[in-house]
């Protein structure tokens, strides 16, 4: 009988501040596409993005957050790599890490409208298959996409944004219940998102 194929699954972002919303992408798409693993990989330079926290707060904020699920892994291949954060490089990196595994990239529903501008879309579809999932407020635009590059998986609502926690932490809002608490603490100790803030790292 032939062995079972390892399923990895990667959950990119800039997670700035990570939160439940992608915790539950990542564990709802485990469960469906039964994933041995997610790698979260918090972005290094995302290029369509500006103001970003420190790359080193981003990725020790996913450490803590994935810490307690025995299936959630974090990673650095993006954070280590300079220039701007490609997703096909994040994908040639963990097929050369990991060649005999099937890999299923996770993404929101948001991202999917510009996935085919993405650099070097094709080849990407050519080493994992992408996974969309629901996302309250955003419509899924998959034109242009097959079934055999796309899944769409309908995950619980959370309607919770990285931006909407920044916007609350930097008024002297509670993030409690939105992001894990370790990561409320990790924010707090850091006196991220704050007009003050310190960014040493
Ligand atoms: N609440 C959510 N439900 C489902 N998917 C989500 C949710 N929040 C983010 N995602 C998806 O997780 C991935 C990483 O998202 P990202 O780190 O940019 O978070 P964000 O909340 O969209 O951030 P920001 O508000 O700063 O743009 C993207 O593919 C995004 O679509
Ligand atoms: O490869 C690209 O051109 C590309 C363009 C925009 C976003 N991405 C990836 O999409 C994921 C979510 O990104 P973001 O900026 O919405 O946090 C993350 O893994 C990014 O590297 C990738």
Redesign the pocket.
């Known amino acids: 009988m032939a062995e079972r194929r390892r399923r990895v699954g990667i959950?990119?972002?800039?997670?700035?501040p990570?939160?439940n919303?992608?915790l539950?992408?990542g564990s709802e798409v485990a469960q469906y596409f039964d994933l041995d693993e997610v790698y979260y990989v918090p972005t290094g330079n995302p290029y369509k993005?500006t103001g970003v926290t420190p790359a080193e707060h981003r990725y020790l904020m996913t450490v803590v957050a994935t810490a307690s699920n025995p299936r959630f892994k974090t990673s650095r291949v993006d954070i280590d790599r300079p220039g701007p954060t490609y997703t096909v490089d994040t994908l040639r990196d963990f097929h050369r890490l990991l060649p005999d595994a099937d890999l299923y990239f996770?993404?929101?529903?948001?991202?999917m409208a510009q996935i085919l501008e993405w650099k070097d879309a094709e080849e990407m579809f050519k080493i994992a298959h992408f996974v969309a999932?629901?996302?309250?407020g955003?419509d899924l635009d998959l034109t242009g996409l097959s079934p055999e590059q796309v899944s769409v998986l309908q995950?619980p609502?959370?309607?919770?944004?990285?931006?909407?926690c920044?916007a609350r932490v930097r008024s002297g809002m509670q993030v409690w219940y939105l992001v894990p608490d370790g990561v409320v603490q990790y924010i707090a100790k850091n006196r991220l998102y704050r007009p003050d803030q310190q960014r040493s790292l």
């Open positions: 959950m990119g972002g800039t997670f700035d990570i939160h919303g992608h539950v992408a993005k996770i993404t929101g529903a948001d991202a999932v629901t996302r309250p955003h995950i609502a959370l309607a919770i944004s990285s931006t909407d920044r």
